[in-house]
């Protein structure tokens, strides 16, 4: 079964410090995997998405994921936070047969002045 | 650029009552789910929809929910009974492509309260 585990519910960085948000996934066949971004009372958008083409896939608003296999993780990163970046993000993975949606448990980034 | 739109953005029920929660896909989409995230968890899977039928379903989608695609449009969640512990942000989501890369989109999410 595939599953994905996010490490850190809560994280705080300070505006222009580094941001990274940790995704450890289980599958026993090649994850498709995803990060999405939730604003306040705001829907799921797509930040980026992994499907075996580069291990380094870069998404929107400067954000950045780097798929390691022997780590099975998808660590989601950013050079320089921002305070608009404040918001939950969930990783994903994508499973077989119907391609529905396993979601990690989220990790919600507060972005300090 | 395409949406999913949902409606409504807010319902409010009683206990018992059946509540309708509609969405409308992306128009060319053929994959189509429903989740439902309760107030500070994860975002779970309830129901996946293809070709005109269900192709899975989790275990907390049990005879009250439903699901029906009644035109070319519309994607509909039905809870025939509503209990307490199904208030939730539900949110509708489609995706275009047979292969396992194509990303779900998502929309707005209802935000159904249950009294």
């Known amino acids: 079964a595939q599953s994905v585990t996010q490490l850190g519910s809560h994280v705080s960085v300070s505006e222009g410090a580094l941001v990274l948000l940790r995704c450890n996934y289980s599958?026993?066949?090649?994850?498709?995997l995803f990060w999405y971004v939730q604003y306040p009372n705001q829907g799921l958008q797509l930040l980026l998405k992994?499907?075996?083409?580069?291990?380094l896939v870069k998404g929107i608003n400067g954000f950045e994921a780097e798929f390691k296999k022997s780590e099975t993780s998808f660590h989601l990163t950013k050079p320089s936070a921002h305070m608009s970046d404040a918001a939950e993000y969930f990783c994903?993975?994508?499973?077989?047969?119907?391609?529905?949606?396993?979601f990690g448990t989220g990790t919600r980034l507060k972005v300090l002045a | 650029e395409p949406e999913v739109t949902q409606t409504p953005s807010h319902q409010v029920t009683q206990m018992g009552q059946e509540v309708i929660l509609r969405c409308v896909p992306i128009?060319?989409?053929?994959?189509f789910y429903w989740y439902r995230q309760i107030l500070g968890q994860k975002v779970e899977f309830l129901v996946s929809?293809?070709?005109?039928?269900?192709?899975?379903k989790s275990e907390i989608f049990d005879d009250q929910f439903s699901v029906e695609r009644p035109d070319g449009s519309n994607f509909t969640l039905k809870i025939r009974s509503t209990k307490l512990e199904d208030s939730a942000m539900y949110f509708c989501?489609?995706?275009?492509?047979?292969?396992?890369?194509?990303?779900?989109?998502f929309g707005p999410g209802t935000r159904l309260t249950v009294t």
């Open positions: 989501a489609s995706r275009g492509g047979q292969s396992a890369s194509y990303e779900q989109y």
């Open positions: 599958s026993s066949v090649p994850p498709y």
């Open positions: 992994y499907t075996s083409a580069a291990t």
């Open positions: 994903a993975v994508g499973t077989s047969g119907t391609y529905k949606y396993i």
């Open positions: 128009s060319n989409h053929l994959y």
């Open positions: 929809f293809y070709n005109n039928e269900i192709s899975e």
